[in-house]
């Protein structure tokens, strides 16, 4: 052991060295060190003329106190350990485990793990940028990049591809307060960047985002060829058109739980009807008028039944025309925000329901060759990325929404298509299983909850277990990302956005009430006096 202790003291003096390997196993391997290392960290050792890459797991001391050094709180260890002649250096080293990454194969374009640990005695080195940049599988301003922040600690910038988060999905993943909307703000900046120019709509139940549409502007955007839009609709401008919804649709919103089955089959056949005379628009009236068409003496309760239901259906939000525009929403270069805040949330559902299936219909057919460019609604010539914040609402782990279905197969063939989700959520517990694990990137930041924990460690296949551990600790801004947009997990720290992010912040109510306060201390009309009582005597 005194060995290892002063050939570490002797390699400490050298710029990069960090520690000497102990022990090997089948875990990784543990090396010994007098520097405090992070959880995460990246280091490397040298095989051959190879750099293989390591990643610390955790530290602990490498010799402790005895508990009898510690029992006098006026007395430091140091000196007790002084007066009994002990070297207090030995106090001073930790054990690190460590788990191999691998080394950077350039045709392979992946790091490659040697499958076998390094032996003792050997040399471990902390990361430099040389190493740490073939984590990022794109340099940062080429086409198809992303640059999303930095290696936690170190300059290296962390860079994700496009290609890849376009053609197997991106989720991100925090408690409220870890970043979580800043950070999807940052992707969508780094889409609409001109070595991008992608088609990108969120859909916001909060109306968070509308910051970003200071992106139009903003000269980090902005070429002499080149200028993104952003289109913000309004909850006001958000119509459902009534052919567009499926029998089943309008079921769920005429029944209150009240509709007879005999109801339900009346409703069907009209419907079916309509839809049989190939008319593949269709108003409230026609439809309405398709039902009256089945009236006989034995079902007119009946009738009146559904036609009292179908009062529903005139609600502001349905439309006989207007739609949810396709073509106009998802263009090269522009971000669509869908507000829906202050909709109903079973509505926010069905639109998503409804614009998920339009969506997943025009790029199939696209692609197919079934729609061209005189289909105007359904032309759809390139790939889209849609953005799904509070993504347990429109696909929960239990219960139904109307929207679960269509976002599920988006998730599992889409890729196919063109459709590349984000997956938003502070839930992951109350997210489906099944959509969050067809996400290939994960941007997962602070989440305390164990059975959130629980869910992402089930989920998330790419990062290693240890890596998990550090959910918790996480500072705002802080990420672990793993998945096919890099060559391996990483802490990063979040790069500052260039939009501004005042949406999405919690509110500072001590600040707010006193501003309000002052306000009401500036503007407040001067106190009106009662009359003196004047004493006029006897």
Avoid at 90 to 110: C, I, N, P, R
Avoid at 120 to 138: F, M, P, Q, T, W
Wanted: charged share 25%; hydrophobic share 35%.
């Amino acid at each position: 052991m005194q060995s290892h202790v002063c050939a570490c003291s002797k390699i400490y003096q050298e710029k990069f060295m960090i520690g000497i390997v102990n022990h090997s196993g089948e875990e990784g391997f543990s090396f010994i060190s007098s520097e405090r290392l992070p959880a995460g960290m990246f280091a490397f050792y040298l095989e051959g003329e190879r750099k293989i890459l390591c990643r610390v797991k955790y530290g602990e001391p490498l010799k402790q106190y005895p508990q009898e050094f510690l029992m006098d709180m006026e007395i430091s260890p140091d000196d007790v350990s002084a007066f009994y002649g002990f070297d207090m250096q030995d106090f001073k080293y930790y054990s690190y485990s460590t788990s191999v990454v691998g080394y950077f194969d350039a045709l392979m374009g992946e790091f490659i793990n040697p499958r076998t640990n390094p032996a003792s005695g050997v040399k471990i080195d902390r990361a430099g940028e040389d190493v740490l940049k073939d984590i990022s599988k794109v340099k940062a301003g080429d086409s198809g990049s992303a640059l999303i922040g930095n290696v936690l600690g170190e300059k290296t910038e962390i860079v994700l591809s496009v290609r890849d988060i376009v053609s197997q999905h991106i989720s991100v993943i925090a408690s409220t307060g870890a970043g979580k909307s800043y950070t999807v703000g940052v992707l969508v900046e780094e889409l609409l960047k001109p070595y991008n120019m992608a088609p990108v709509l969120i859909f916001d139940p909060h109306g968070e985002y509308s910051s970003l549409g200071e992106i139009s502007n903003n000269a980090e955007f902005v070429t002499p060829t080149y200028r993104p839009k952003v289109r913000i609709v309004k909850p006001k401008d958000i119509k459902i058109r009534v052919s567009d919804l499926h029998v089943s649709d309008f079921i769920s919103i005429m029944d209150d739980g009240t509709m007879s089955d005999k109801m339900k089959t009346l409703f069907r056949s009209a419907y079916h009807s309509l839809k049989n005379n190939s008319k593949k628009q269709f108003t409230r009236n026609e439809l309405k008028q398709e039902i009256e068409l089945l009236r006989d003496k034995n079902n007119e309760s009946t009738i009146e039944g559904i036609n009292w239901r179908f009062g529903k259906l005139y609600a502001p939000i349905f439309d006989d025309f207007q739609t949810i525009p396709l073509a106009d929403y998802f263009k090269v270069g522009q971000l669509t925000i869908m507000d829906v805040s202050g909709i109903e949330e079973t509505f926010q559902q069905l639109i998503a329901s409804i614009m998920l299936r339009r969506l997943f219909d025009a790029r199939e057919g696209t692609e197919n060759n079934r729609y061209n460019e005189s289909h105007v609604d359904k032309f759809l010539p390139y790939p889209v990325f849609l953005v799904i914040e509070e993504a347990h609402r429109f696909a929960p782990q239990s219960g139904e929404a109307k929207s679960k279905s269509i976002l599920k197969t988006i998730l599992s063939e889409g890729r196919k298509f063109g459709i590349g989700v984000c997956l938003v959520s502070q839930r992951p517990s109350k997210l489906d299983a099944d959509s969050l694990s067809q996400c290939m990137t994960q941007i997962t930041m602070r989440i305390v909850n164990p059975t959130d924990q629980q869910q992402i460690a089930q989920s998330v296949e790419s990062a290693s277990r240890d890596l998990i551990s550090e959910l918790p600790s996480l500072a705002k801004g802080q990420a672990i990302i793993s998945g096919v947009a890099i060559n391996t997990p990483a802490l990063v720290k979040i790069r500052k956005r260039i939009t501004s992010d005042t949406k999405g912040r919690s509110k500072d109510a001590p600040s707010i009430w006193a501003a309000e306060r002052k306000y009401e201390e500036k503007h407040r009309a001067p106190e009106v006096k009662a009359d003196e009582e004047i004493d006029v005597g006897v």
